[in-house]
């Protein structure tokens, strides 16, 4: 039984180390972007949307 829960336990600190990568790749992202030619914010904004939707759909099976 203890080799279930180290298991169950690893999978859900993978869950979360990718949902704190998602989270510093969003900060990273935004950053950039910040300090990105104002004529590219719209397109990287477009594309960060999405990726953000991608993640969130992904939670709780939607």
């Known amino acids: 039984m203890s080799d279930f829960n180290i298991s169950e336990g690893g999978a859900v600190n993978s869950e979360v180390n990718s949902e704190v990568n998602l989270v510093e790749e969003v900060k990273i992202e935004l950053n950039e972007i910040d300090h990105a030619d104002l004529t590219e914010h719209a397109a990287r904004f477009e594309a960060l949307h999405g990726k953000l939707q991608e ?3 992904t939670i709780d099976g939607l």
């Open 55 to 57: 993640a969130l759909n």
